[in-house]
């Protein structure tokens, strides 16, 4: 039948905000809700019938935070919880009944003027449900457990639970002059499951990256400023698949009149891409560049002017796309703008579904 009336939110039936810092240096912060179970009114044979779309749910999120040395280094932990009433055959094969994370995060800073920082996290979680809701998170577009070429995964659809792991951790220099860097490296478990309350984009990953950042803040006879930046990142599946070799340069001045130019170009090796095809197995993807450049005139102005332009070329399969859109600002007061951006690309692409 068709709906006859559809709420587009579940109401809040109580919460309860807590936030706030001592004068020892521990930061508190808690938000507790409830929210009510939703139907809609949907028409069938017989007149209006009651269908649930959303169960009642407590959702708990709670952060606990304590730094030292006058802000120079610090500790914390996080934790979520989330609990459904999972009363009807709908929610129980969609929906996971219970949901946990617990999470730790650190930074220290330290070094001739606390110039270079330690920083990161770690996180755990831990989600229950039926056998059918579970293998719909086994084969959700973050984990992709059905993948028929990872051999290092085992989609199971008789498991209630699934735990998994997530942590980052990265030694940077923040500041004491021109140049800057920062060696970073994580890795995600196949089974990290932070939906119920969060966001996971992908799992079954581990990656590493270097960064360093030459900054000119003196002007100069052309320029005011500039900074000329590189990175070289890796990243693989748990089953030891390539997903990632690149290096990128960036680049950025600002001019005598207030012009900027921006210049950010990117080298992807061969790698592999377990998400392209939803559950199918990986796509090879070939080498490719990717250029992207920007200029800008004086953003101070009535009138401001951006010119955009972006080429990429594969190695393979000829696939190619050149791109430019410019774009014309017009600010007659601070409060109202109008722009004008047309749009132009040239697209070939080798890549066909069949």
Not at 176 to 198: H, K, Q
């Amino acid at each position: 039948g068709g709906f006859a009336d559809t709420p587009e939110t579940a109401k809040i039936l109580g919460a309860v905000k807590l936030s706030g810092k001592t004068s020892s240096g521990w930061s508190v912060g808690l938000l507790e809700a409830v929210t009510g179970q939703v139907n809609a009114d949907v028409s069938g044979p017989t007149g209006l019938e009651s269908q649930p779309l959303e169960p009642l749910t407590n959702y708990t999120a709670g952060r606990l935070m304590r730094d030292f040395r006058g802000g120079q280094s610090g500790i914390g932990v996080l934790a979520t919880a989330v609990h459904r009433r999972l009363n009807a055959p709908v929610f129980r094969e969609r929906l996971r009944s219970s949901a946990y994370l617990g999470a730790f995060d650190w930074f220290h800073r330290f070094g001739e003027g606390n110039n270079l920082e330690f920083n990161g996290f770690a996180i755990g979680s831990h989600a229950r449900g039926s056998a059918e809701a579970m293998a719909r998170a086994q084969r959700s577009a973050s984990h992709f457990f059905h993948r028929p070429d990872a051999e290092h995964l085992t989609y199971d659809p008789s498991i209630t639970s699934m735990n998994g792991y997530l942590w980052e951790a990265a030694l940077e220099r923040i500041g004491g002059g021109n140049l800057t860097w920062t060696l970073a490296f994580g890795g995600r478990s196949p089974g990290i499951e932070m939906n119920d309350l969060g966001f996971l984009s992908y799992a079954d990953t581990w990656y590493g990256s270097g960064t360093a950042r030459y900054s000119q803040f003196q002007p100069g006879s052309v320029l005011r400023n500039w900074y000329v930046e590189g990175q070289v990142a890796q990243g693989q599946t748990w089953g030891l698949e390539g997903l990632r070799s690149s290096v990128h340069l960036r680049m950025r001045g600002t001019f005598q009149n207030f012009w900027q130019l921006t210049i950010n170009t990117d080298r992807w090796f061969d790698h592999k891409w377990p998400w392209e095809l939803r559950g199918g197995p990986a796509l090879r993807r070939s080498p490719y560049v990717n250029s992207r450049w920007t200029l800008r005139s004086d953003s101070r102005k009535p009138w401001t002017i951006q010119l955009r332009g972006r080429v990429k070329l594969d190695d393979q399969g000829g696939s190619r796309i050149y791109q430019v859109d410019p774009q014309i600002d017009f600010r007659p007061t601070s409060r109202l703008t109008v722009s004008l951006q047309p749009f132009v690309q040239w697209n070939r692409d080798a890549d066909q579904y069949v």
